[in-house]
């Protein structure tokens, strides 16, 4: 038993050694990683609503408008626009993401003409409801994703991320 | 566990022989601290190393953020610096890191020419040295302009028209170096070109030529 506690000098200067290295190694090398992993650790920027229409310019049927807002890439700030498709469901504003759920082409309102109360995407035909169903045997498999959306004195103001509706 | 693993390996692929011809060798006395004290002068071409890794770690990262473009240069560098996690001591990691260098080798160089190190067979190895030296000038001076601030600029303003006074070929080298007829969006990303491609993969390859000839003719004897 006693044999066992017994460390060579040989073993204590790898121990401390190794010790020591690793400390100055890392050391070094943390503020590194730490610097190229920051991206995962930012705080997600708040999600600010942007006006874009009014409320009394709508109608049931969907019209398109712009959602622009800035998006801070670092040392650059991008102006992004997205098209967005508004329309009143009753009393009730809906905002629709115009980006079609198969491939990402940009749908359009009414534009077949055998179906003019869908939405349509040239791209590969497929097609929604107005409510954002995908018709079923058309090639998109999900409905159109929906804005965040909050009504603030006769103004509609949108989040800037579609979320999927299922 | 890691022993285990180490065997495991070393009986398929023999990697023992690999890192104790690197790694296990004899320190001569006269040039192990812990007989004479003295003896830290050999430390010098070591630490060179020491920080020329950290220089090479930390540009890599720098790498991450920076833009060689004259219209984004400065504002990536201010942004890492400013805003990322641990910038402002990456960069400075590679800041005062640069003239660590310079330092070093300086004090390096000094020990081997007052310790006669230069001395037949190792001629070849001062030439190769004195390249080194040459390329972590070089280094330092691209590097300069990177951040494309004033200081940047003007310094390889100055440095250049040192440059065009070479006799005969001095302004055929300004031309080359700025990648033009002035200092602009052309020399910042060809400083860049140099200072992260060129000159690290010249300064390796020596280093491996600097190295390989100390093992092969041992560190020069005692004064």
């Known amino acids: ?166 | 566990m890691l022993q285990r693993i180490y065997d495991w390996i070393d009986d398929r692929v023999d990697v023992t022989p690999l890192w104790r011809d690197v790694a296990d060798h004899e320190v001569p006395e006269h040039v192990n601290p812990g007989h004479h004290f003295s003896a830290f002068v050999y430390c010098f071409g070591g630490l060179t190393f020491f920080t020329v890794v950290i220089q090479i770690l930390s540009g890599m990262f720098l790498t991450m953020y920076y833009v060689p473009d004259i219209v984004n240069a400065h504002a990536s560098v201010e942004y890492l610096q400013s805003d990322v996690a641990y910038g402002m001591i990456v960069r400075g990691m590679h800041h005062w890191g640069a003239s660590v260098v310079i330092v070093m080798v300086f004090l390096h160089t000094l020990r081997v020419f007052f310790t006669g190190s230069y001395k037949k067979p190792r001629e070849i190895n001062w030439v190769v040295g004195v390249l080194l030296f040459f390329i972590i000038l070089g280094l330092g001076f691209t590097g300069y302009l990177l951040p494309w601030d004033m200081k940047a600029y003007f310094a390889t303003q100055v440095g250049l028209e040192i440059a065009e006074t070479v006799p005969v070929i001095g302004e055929l080298l300004y031309t080359l170096l700025a990648g033009g007829e002035f200092i602009g969006a052309q020399t910042l990303t060809r400083f860049f070109a140099i200072h992260v491609f060129f000159l690290p993969g010249a300064l390796l390859a020596l280093v491996a030529v600097h190295f390989i000839m100390i093992r092969r003719q041992g560190i020069s004897g005692p004064l």
């Not at chain 1, 109608?59 to 408008?65: D, G, L």
């Not at chain 1, 590969?124 to 004195?153: A, I, K, M, S, W």
């Open chain 1, 1 to 166: 038993m006693e044999k066992n506690h017994n460390v060579s000098r040989r073993q204590f200067l790898t121990y401390t050694l190794t010790g020591v290295g690793g400390f100055m190694a890392a050391g070094v090398v943390m503020p590194m990683v730490r610097f190229a992993v920051d991206p995962l650790l930012q705080a997600d920027a708040a999600d600010d609503m942007v006006d874009v229409a009014a409320v009394d310019e709508l109608t049931e049927v969907p019209q398109a408008y712009d959602l622009e807002y800035e998006q801070d890439q670092g040392w650059h700030i991008e102006q992004v626009s997205e098209t967005v498709w508004l329309f009143l469901e009753g009393d009730e504003v809906v905002a629709l993401s115009s980006v079609c759920t198969h491939l990402g082409c940009t749908v359009n309102w009414g534009t077949d003409p055998d179906n003019p109360e869908q939405f349509f995407c040239p791209c590969h035909l497929g097609r929604f409801e107005r409510d954002g169903n995908n018709v079923p045997g058309t090639p998109p498999t999900e409905p159109l994703h929906r804005y965040p959306l909050e009504v603030r004195d006769g103004r509609v103001f949108l989040g800037t991320n579609a979320q999927p509706q299922i």
